[in-house]
């Protein structure tokens, strides 16, 4: 039997075109692996011609569930887990994490671990600071930028792999102190770095900071008010730059951030520029808390001795006498000793508000660890600012929220 | 509290023109070109390592060649991506080194979960287990990367220990004072 074939009008259909769907709109997926959405993020973006009517952003790529695994582990066991959340500043990580743990116990850890804390945090800044700085400068086209911040990050991670072992997984703090003092003529040689970093910073700053094309590409786009900022939730360089001066170093201090004299630059109109303005003023703040540090950098110990259901003993007590070997395994196998309770912790982390929500029911083991991430909130104003951008804005607004997606997705 | 605003001053005509940073990058461009190079032919070229690196996991000797490892398995135990495996062993009476007792039959460590965190060092009651040097690890296969016993004394070698806890055991149980 012959089939019997129908073709379409071709008049009809143009016709009823119009409604079916509207040739002007595209719908585009940006990512998940696209060299400008920094890792893993991907935008479904709605497009009419070159202008974004409709942003999307899609999380959860890189997810790993560090929460649920928190749970399964001792406190110190944790701490390699933390160098995963912001991989680009993982030793202010490890900090909020042990002082969080810390609080659970009330815990004060003496002044010279506070300061060598503190000291690598602020390093960490600027790290996460100057690969944030590369990464916006490549995504606007100016790849200068990036070789030389990579140069200056690179004398950082000399320094920190000399310090905890590691250039980058730094895994430094522990529960009640660090994983180990300060080596013999290192705080010299990060004076060193200081000295040497101050001008190179000016030279990378001087290639963006009064430059038409940069300027062209990031004043006024992605204006983020403060009443947008506060409501979302932003946190962290992305909020200063908006004009509110929040920075937890100086409104709720920890560590000792209150001995330290250093001002919270803030911006005017909350776009681009501003946020830009905000990291390059921030480092030039690390060093001056950097070298405060170093020049008074208190003595005494490294850990907290009197915790000795919380630290480990020192290592060749453990091999020389039996009591602390059997501490030893006590700690190793049960965890460091918390009471029940609950604590939440917040940081100034380079990205934001790092915020550690711990619930223990005793013992080692937390039994629920909650990870509040400064780039996840960060991204959240994403759909907001990108609506009315030109595509390739929102590459450039990408790279001035400097977020991390190990730290969004965790 | 110290805050600051910062000022953005609108760009002169000059600046305008493109013309002043097109000359300021390049300046820095030919600067970097004569100063001190920053790079490292890798791999002819080895960067430095610093004492107290945590490259891959390696067990050792001590001086006397004996292997330092008791098989407590703490190590296993803490390890956080679980790379370690141990299975315990007894020590032959008939071996100089019988009374410690114990040393491990097989110790494996999977190269692929490793995360170079340092913590089975950390905890060795023994100063077995320690992270050295090496920092670049390939095989073709995965059980290549599956480092058994006798390759991580391979990789581990001979290293110096200051307490020889066990040679000072034996000395005393000779003496009749076991502890
Ligand atoms: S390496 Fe150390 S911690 Fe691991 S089983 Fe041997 S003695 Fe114990
Ligand atoms: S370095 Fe860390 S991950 Fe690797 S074997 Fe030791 S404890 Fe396990």
């Not at chain 1, 009471?339 to 550690?356: D, Q, T």
């Amino acid at each position: 039997m012959a089939t019997e074939l129908k073709f379409p009008d071709s008049a009809a259909k143009a016709a009823g075109a119009e409604q079916e769907f509207s040739p002007e709109q595209m719908s585009l997926s940006m990512g998940p692996s696209h060299p400008s959405t920094h890792g893993v993020l991907r935008l479904q973006l709605e497009l009419d011609g070159e202008i974004v009517i409709k942003c999307d952003p899609v999380v959860g790529y890189l997810h790993r569930g560090d929460e649920k695994i928190a749970e399964n582990m001792t406190y110190n066991q944790f701490v390699p887990y933390t160098d995963r959340l912001d991989y680009l500043a993982p030793l202010a990580n490890n900090m909020a994490y042990a002082i969080a743990v810390e609080r659970l116990v009330k815990l004060e850890v003496p002044a010279r671990c506070q300061a060598i804390r503190v000291l690598t945090a602020e390093m960490a800044r600027i790290s996460s600071h100057l690969m944030g700085l590369g990464a916006f400068g490549l995504d606007v086209g100016a790849w200068t930028v990036l070789v030389h911040s990579l140069n200056q990050r690179e004398h950082l991670y000399k320094l920190f792999e000399e310090l905890t072992g590691a250039r980058f997984t730094t895994s430094y703090t522990r529960i009640g102190g660090v994983s180990r003092d300060v080596p013999a003529g290192w705080l010299d040689r990060v004076g060193a770095f200081c000295d040497q970093f101050l001008p190179a910073l000016e030279e990378i700053l001087a290639l963006l900071t009064r430059n038409k094309i940069f300027l062209d590409r990031t004043v006024g786009v992605g204006v983020i008010t403060k009443a947008d900022a506060i409501a979302y939730g932003i946190t962290g360089p992305n909020l200063r730059g908006s004009g509110i001066a929040l920075d937890l170093r100086k409104d709720k201090p920890y560590s000792g951030y209150e001995q330290y004299e250093f001002d919270v630059p803030v911006g005017t109109k909350g776009d681009s520029y501003d946020r830009y303005l905000v990291r390059g003023e921030e480092m030039r703040q690390s060093v001056r808390i950097v070298r405060q540090i170093i020049k008074n950098f208190p003595g005494g110990d490294w850990f907290a001795r009197d915790a000795r259901k919380i630290f480990a003993p020192p290592k060749d007590k453990i091999l020389s006498s039996m009591e602390e070997l059997i501490q030893n395994f006590m700690l190793v196998t049960e965890g460091p000793q918390m009471p029940a309770g609950e604590v939440y912790f917040e940081a100034e982390n380079p990205k934001g508000i790092l915020g550690f929500y711990v619930v223990s029911k005793g013992g080692g083991v937390p039994w629920r660890l909650k990870i509040r991430s400064p780039s996840f909130c960060n991204l959240s104003i994403l759909p907001k600012i990108c609506v009315g951008c030109l595509i390739s804005d929102v590459v450039t607004l990408l790279g001035s929220l400097d977020f991390v997606m190990g730290e969004c997705d965790r | 509290m110290a805050v600051l605003t910062l000022e953005r001053k609108p760009l002169t005509f000059a600046e305008r023109t493109y013309l002043p940073q097109i000359f300021g990058g390049l300046k820095t461009t030919f600067a970097h070109l004569v100063r001190k190079k920053q790079t490292l032919e890798y791999p002819e070229h080895r960067p430095a390592i610093p004492p107290g690196y945590r490259g891959v996991p390696t067990l050792v000797m001590d001086p006397n060649g004996r292997e330092k490892c008791v098989s407590c398995q703490l190590c296993e135990f803490v390890c956080p991506p679980k790379a370690i495996r141990i299975t315990p062993g007894e020590i032959s009476p008939d071996a100089p080194n019988s009374h410690v007792e114990k040393a491990p039959q097989a110790f494996e460590i999977d190269m692929l979960r490793c995360i170079y965190c340092g913590l089975c060092q950390e905890v060795c009651p023994e100063e077995a287990i320690f992270l050295q040097n090496q920092f670049s690890m390939s095989g073709y296969t995965r059980a290549e990367m599956v480092h058994d016993k006798a390759r991580l004394y391979e990789l581990g070698g001979t290293l110096p220990d200051k307490h020889l806890k066990w040679d000072h055991k034996k000395a005393a149980a000779a003496h009749g004072n076991a502890h």
